[in-house]
C-alpha cells in the first residue's frame, strides 16, 4: 500500500525539507508501505524545479501540487516587511476562486470521472493517487496558527484541503508533531474543530500547543518531538569544506545566527518593530565580536517569496554591521549538510527555529528568537531553556546580550542538559512508529 505525505516539499527553506524527509523516513520505517509519495510544492514548472530539486536529486517520488498559492509564484523583491494592498487583492481575488473549485472538488472527489471532466489533467492524476493510498500524512510544523487576519478564513482552508480531501476519500489521516495556536480569526476555531475531529492520529511537538489544541478540542493531545530532531546530519567532510570555504574552522569559537523578514501580524506597527529586531541582534553581534567570536549568518530560508528569503534581512543585518570576523555563509545546502556545518558552531543564535533544533541536536547551546505561533517558547521550555527564548516582538539589544552572556557563564551546565536530552529523540520516534503500525492491526 502507498502513503501521501502533505502539504507540499519547499528545498528552500532547510527546516520544512527536514520535515518532509523525516516524515517520508518514518512513514517508511513503520514497514507498511510500498512507495510514500511527496506533495511538491510549486505553482509552475519554474517554481518545481527550484523548490523541490534537492528532494528529487534524494530520490523522493513527487506527486503534483493541486492548490496553487494565492500569490501565483509571483513574488515582490520588495517587500519582505510588508505586502502592498495591491498584491493582496490579487491574492484575495486568486484565494476566492480557488475555494470555489476545491469545495466542489471535494464534494465530488470519490467520482474519478467526474474530477477528469470537471478539472484539468494534472488534479486528476493527483486525485487517482489519493484514491490509492491507504494513509495521509500531514508532515510535522508549524502552521495551524492564525492571529485574526482578515486572510485567516481562507489561511485555514489552504493549510487543511488536503486533509479535507483525504477524510472525503475515507482515508486515514496521521497528523504528525505540529505547533498549534492561536486560533484567532473568523471560522479559524469552527474549521479547527471540524476537521481534527475526523483524524485518526494526532500529535502536538510540545506542551504549550498540546494545551492549545487540547483545551479547542476538549480532549488530551499526546505530545511527541518535532521530527527535525530526528534529521541525521550529512558528511562532516563536506561540512569542513563549506568552513574552510569561508576560512572558518571548529577552533574559531563560531556562534551561527540566522534571522529571517517578519511581517508582524496582528500588530500595527511591523517597520518599527523589525527595525527595532534587526538592531538587537546588530547589537548582540557587535558584542559577540568584542569578545573575540567569529559570527556565521547562515542561510536557513531561501524563499520561495521574499518573506521567507533570510538574505532579504541578512543583507539588512550587514547594513548596520560591517567586520571582517562577520561571515556570510551564502549557500544553498541541504538541511543534512546544513546540520554539519551547524555542528561545528560554539553557539547558535536562532530566528528560524529548524536552526535551533539542528544546533540543539549537535549539543550546540542556543538562544531562540520566537515567532509564528507557540513552537519557540513551548520547545525550549520543553528542553528547560526557558531563560533562553524571546519573542521577536519583545526583543531587545541588552536582553539578548544578557541571556548570551549567562548561556555562556553556564555553558557546560546546558551542553549536559542537552546531553542527557537526546536519549528521548530515539524512543519518541519508536512511539510514532508503534502507534503509526497500530492502526492497522
Not at 502536538?204 to 527535525?228: C, F, H, T, W, Y
Request: hydrophobic letters at 40%.
Amino acid at each position: 500500500m502507498n502513503a501521501i505525505i502533505v502539504p507540499g516539499v519547499t528545498d528552500l527553506n532547510k527546516g520544512d525539507q527536514a520535515l518532509v524527509w523525516e516524515s517520508w523516513r518514518l512513514a517508511k520505517d513503520t514497514g507498511l508501505y510500498d512507495e510514500v509519495y511527496i506533495l511538491d510544492a510549486g505553482d509552475n514548472e519554474e517554481e518545481r524545479e527550484l523548490l523541490c530539486k534537492q528532494s528529487e536529486e534524494h530520490g523522493f517520488k513527487l506527486l503534483e501540487n493541486i492548490l496553487k498559492h494565492p500569490r501565483r509564484g509571483q513574488h515582490k523583491s520588495g517587500e519582505h516587511i510588508k505586502e502592498s494592498k495591491i498584491e493582496l487583492l490579487k491574492q484575495i481575488k486568486n484565494a476566492a476562486m480557488d475555494f470555489k473549485d476545491t469545495r466542489y472538488l471535494i464534494k465530488i472527489c470519490n467520482d474519478l470521472e467526474k474530477v477528469r471532466k470537471n478539472f484539468d489533467e494534472k488534479t486528476y492524476r493527483t486525485v487517482k493517487q489519493f484514491h490509492q493510498a491507504k494513509t495521509i500524512f500531514v508532515k510535522g510544523g508549524g502552521f495551524i496558527h492564525a492571529y485574526g487576519e482578515k486572510t485567516a478564513p481562507y489561511l485555514m482552508w489552504y493549510f487543511l484541503f488536503y486533509v479535507r480531501l483525504a477524510k472525503a476519500l475515507g482515508k486515514k489521516v496521521v497528523f504528525l508533531p505540529n505547533s498549534y495556536g492561536p486560533f484567532i480569526g473568523l471560522t479559524v476555531e469552527k474549521q479547527v474543530r471540524s476537521v481534527f475531529g475526523k483524524l485518526d492520529l494526532v500529535y502536538a511537538r510540545e506542551n504549550v500547543s498540546a494545551q492549545s489544541l487540547g483545551q479547542l478540542m476538549g480532549k488530551k493531545i499526546p505530545v511527541e518531538m518535532d521530527l527535525g530532531f530526528f534529521l541525521e546530519k550529512g558528511s562532516q567532510e563536506e561540512a569542513i569544506k563549506i568552513l574552510d570555504k569561508y576560512n572558518l574552522s571548529k577552533d574559531d569559537k563560531i556562534v551561527g545566527v540566522t534571522i529571517r523578514p517578519w511581517r508582524f501580524p496582528g500588530l500595527s506597527n511591523p517597520e518599527a518593530l523589525y527595525q527595532k529586531y534587526i538592531n538587537s541582534v546588530a547589537d548582540l553581534t557587535k558584542h559577540l565580536l568584542a569578545k573575540g567570536y567569529k559570527v556565521a549568518l547562515c542561510n536557513q530560508s531561501l524563499g520561495p517569496n521574499s518573506h521567507e528569503d533570510d538574505r532579504n534581512a541578512i543583507k539588512d543585518l550587514l547594513a548596520k554591521v560591517k567586520d571582517p570576523n562577520m561571515i556570510w555563509i551564502n549557500e544553498n545546502l541541504s538541511c543534512d549538510i546544513l546540520k554539519a556545518v551547524y555542528s561545528n558552531f560554539y553557539f547558535f543564535v536562532g530566528t528560524r527555529f529548524h536552526s535551533i533544533i539542528f544546533s540543539l541536536t549537535s549539543l550546540v547551546p542556543s538562544i531562540a528568537i520566537g515567532y509564528g505561533g507557540n513552537k519557540a517558547k513551548g520547545i525550549m521550555g520543553d528542553f528547560s531553556l526557558n531563560n533562553y527564548v524571546v519573542q521577536i516582538q519583545d526583543v531587545q539589544s541588552d536582553l539578548l546580550i544578557d541571556m548570551f552572556d549567562k548561556a555562556i557563564s553556564e555553558y557546560d551546565t546546558i551542553k549536559n542538559q542537552l546531553n542527557r536530552s537526546m536519549g528521548l529523540v530515539a524512543e519518541s520516534r519508536n512511539r510514532l512508529i508503534q502507534d503509526i503500525k497500530s492502526l492497522y492491526k
